[in-house]
């Protein structure tokens, strides 16, 4: 079994910056790729950026080049650097990974969200 825990969500304003963490626990055998999305209010749930197991990374035109994602094996942890924040960036944040597992499988897994609120 693997949990996926995200923090670094909170209030900022537009301009400011936050950095998100997700960190897999349990037994994780291998971190393949591993994505953010988001959820605004009344929105479709959104791919906003994603690493590989090579740390290859890619991202929606909106966010790219203000959002940065990277991950430390060592750690079982991605992260989402967040500048340039905007009040359309305001959404609940979501970690998912494709993780090898205890069954020796690889399968999917969700964080529990984290809240990102940016002011004008």
């Known amino acids: 079994q693997v949990q996926l825990v995200e923090s670094g969500g909170g209030l900022v304003q537009a301009g400011g910056s936050l950095r998100l963490s997700c960190v897999a626990s349990g037994t994780v055998f291998k971190i393949n790729d591993m994505y953010w999305y988001r959820q605004a209010p009344g929105k479709q749930r959104e791919l906003v950026a994603v690493i590989e197991s090579d740390s290859s990374t890619d991202y929606v035109d909106s966010v790219k080049g203000r959002f940065t994602i990277s991950r430390d094996n060592a750690k079982n942890t991605v992260y989402l650097q967040m500048s340039s924040l905007k009040p359309e960036d305001t959404a609940v944040y979501y970690c998912?990974?494709?993780?090898?597992?205890?069954?020796?499988?690889?399968?999917?897994?969700w964080g529990q969200g984290t809240q990102v609120t940016v002011s004008s």
């Open positions: 998912n990974g494709n993780i090898v597992d205890h069954t020796a499988r690889a399968h999917e897994y």
